[in-house]
């Protein structure tokens, strides 16, 4: 299994307090992302890294924001919480030049209260 | 921006074959993935097509046609532990990976 690791795995919050949902990778891989699954909608992704200090958004990136400022961690934070970000969040890592496909971490199940 | 669709539900018997349809609209393509999941677990690989064809891994195969923009998974030889959902994901320029809503296939025996 590729070294992923997400923490906290499960977090219960309070509306309106920040949160920050942290992705660490042992792969050394250049390319991390952040979705969110809720029921009927699939895997959404927020934001992704292409490099230290290289983020660019996704689909759904507001109210959320990242950094990257190691290879190994990638951190999702929710400046405000609410309850629409009630959700599964899952980070990934790739790497073109190592191999083709994504590699996914266990999931961060958030609720918010 | 990509739009991928992908039916939400397919139930199929125990021993039969499925074929899941993706249709995809992106700008810019650098290849299609079907990814596995089981409920709470998180995703993964199944299979990965770059250009036209068919290609097959086991009991998996996957089809892509890039003029079309359409894709498709057949699972052969259904098993019970086959009940998951199947995903299907667009690497868009810059490595941009996304995902359609998910296709649920129930195996029942």
Redesign the interface.
């Given at each position: 299994d590729a070294g992923i690791t997400q923490s906290p795995r499960h977090k219960v919050t309070e509306t309106g307090t920040p949160v920050t949902l942290r992705c660490h990778q042992t792969e050394n891989h250049r390319?991390m992302?952040w979705?969110r699954q809720d029921p009927?909608?699939?895997?959404?992704?927020i934001h992704?890294s292409?490099g230290v200090k290289d983020t660019?958004k996704?689909?759904v990136s507001d109210g959320y924001s990242v950094s990257r400022s190691k290879t190994e961690d990638f951190l999702l934070t929710l400046e405000s919480a609410t309850s629409s970000q009630t959700s599964v969040y899952?980070c990934?890592i790739?790497d073109?030049d190592k191999n083709?496909?994504?590699?996914?971490?266990?999931?961060t199940r958030l609720t918010v209260v | 921006g990509q739009n991928i669709d992908q039916p939400t539900e397919m139930t199929a018997t125990e021993g039969a074959i499925v074929q899941i349809n993706c249709t995809y609209q992106t700008s810019g393509f650098n290849g299609l993935f079907w990814y596995q999941q089981h409920a709470g677990e998180a995703p993964t690989f199944l299979s990965y097509n770059v250009l036209d064809g068919l290609e097959e891994k086991g009991r998996f195969s996957s089809f892509l046609s890039r003029s079309k923009g359409y894709s498709y998974l057949l699972l052969k030889e259904l098993q019970m532990k086959d009940s998951a959902s199947y995903l299907c994901a667009i690497k868009a320029a810059g490595n941009k990976l996304t995902f359609g809503g998910g296709t649920r296939v129930l195996v029942k025996p």
């Amino acid at each position: 299994d590729a070294g992923i690791t997400q923490s906290p795995r499960h977090k219960v919050t309070e509306t309106g307090t920040p949160v920050t949902l942290r992705c660490h990778q042992t792969e050394n891989h250049r390319y991390m992302y952040w979705y969110r699954q809720d029921p009927g909608h699939g895997l959404r992704l927020i934001h992704y890294s292409y490099g230290v200090k290289d983020t660019d958004k996704g689909e759904v990136s507001d109210g959320y924001s990242v950094s990257r400022s190691k290879t190994e961690d990638f951190l999702l934070t929710l400046e405000s919480a609410t309850s629409s970000q009630t959700s599964v969040y899952f980070c990934a890592i790739s790497d073109p030049d190592k191999n083709t496909e994504a590699f996914f971490g266990q999931g961060t199940r958030l609720t918010v209260v | 921006g990509q739009n991928i669709d992908q039916p939400t539900e397919m139930t199929a018997t125990e021993g039969a074959i499925v074929q899941i349809n993706c249709t995809y609209q992106t700008s810019g393509f650098n290849g299609l993935f079907w990814y596995q999941q089981h409920a709470g677990e998180a995703p993964t690989f199944l299979s990965y097509n770059v250009l036209d064809g068919l290609e097959e891994k086991g009991r998996f195969s996957s089809f892509l046609s890039r003029s079309k923009g359409y894709s498709y998974l057949l699972l052969k030889e259904l098993q019970m532990k086959d009940s998951a959902s199947y995903l299907c994901a667009i690497k868009a320029a810059g490595n941009k990976l996304t995902f359609g809503g998910g296709t649920r296939v129930l195996v029942k025996p």
